[in-house]
């Protein structure tokens, strides 16, 4: 059995190698940006759980700017997380954003711009999660970059009372892997890949996140994202920590 790393590094190589990768380089440490994200997001846009949905978390990074900048023109707020979840999410929605200007303001260097950054409190109910990954299993295991943060994000909105919903992660054929990976109860699983070849519905045996594990939590992790203790503040978890 490999290691999430092995695999990581596997596909980050993968991709450099075969030249399936565009801007921001290196490819390796972060979500990469993968040739045919525009096809992959042509097929989201299809699904119901997409039609369906009015607000959206989707991740901040390259491969994921055409389903952020569509979800606007399809007027459909978008919630991104902040940079290590420091300020926790900003919110666009699509009546701020003048018309022509959606891929502008779904980008990362000026959604401040269009958008804001929201309390915890004010978040509202969210009906779709995107993830960007490094790697994803056909059963719905997900590898991302290594810190964490998707699984967090997907805690967070559980934390706050939101309640189970669709997760969908995109990316290039070749980051699909049949390698066997273990994985823990904090781990966020998705219900369909969607890369540049069509949609695969996982069916995923999984269990998503319930919330956020407070005993998990350090004190460092605390002070370097203070969502954390404004969530810990919200909702009153008294003696969990």
């Known amino acids: 059995m490999k290691t999430k ?16 990768g565009r801007f921001p380089f290196p490819l390796s440490h972060r979500i990469p940006n993968f040739k045919g994200a525009e096809i992959a997001a042509q097929h989201v846009f299809s699904l ?9 978390k989707v991740n901040p990074d390259a491969p994921q700017l055409p389903i952020r900048a569509q979800a606007l023109r399809d ?42 950054e929201i309390p915890l409190s004010e978040m509202p109910p969210i009906d779709l999660m995107l993830v960007g990954s490094v ?18 994000e997907y805690a967070i909105i559980r934390e706050l009372g939101n309640p189970p919903i669709p997760v969908i992660g995109t990316v290039h ?26 949609i695969l519905e996982t069916n995923s045996p999984y269990e998503k996140p319930t919330g956020i594990q407070w005993e998990l939590v350090t004190d460092e992790e605390m002070e370097t994202m203070p969502v ?13 920590r």
């Open 228 to 240: 954390l203790q404004d969530i810990w503040n919200l909702t009153k978890k008294d003696g969990r």
């Open 48 to 56: 119901p759980a997409y039609k369906d949905a009015t607000n959206i």
């Open 5 to 20: 790393d092995d695999i990581r590094q596997e596909r980050w190589n993968y991709l450099t190698e075969h030249k399936l």
């Open 135 to 152: 790697a994803l299993h056909k059963d719905g295991r997900r590898i991302g970059k290594g810190e964490g943060y998707a699984d967090r």
């Open 173 to 198: 054929s070749t980051q699909v892997v049949e390698d066997e990976f273990e994985i823990g109860p904090y781990d966020l699983t998705v219900d369909f890949i969607v890369t540049e070849q069509g």
């Open 75 to 116: 007027g459909k707020t978008i919630l991104v997380p902040t940079p290590r979840l420091k300020a926790g999410f900003i919110m666009v929605k699509p009546e701020w954003v003048p018309a022509g200007e959606e891929r502008k303001a779904a980008s990362l260097k000026h959604m401040k711009a269009y958008g804001k």
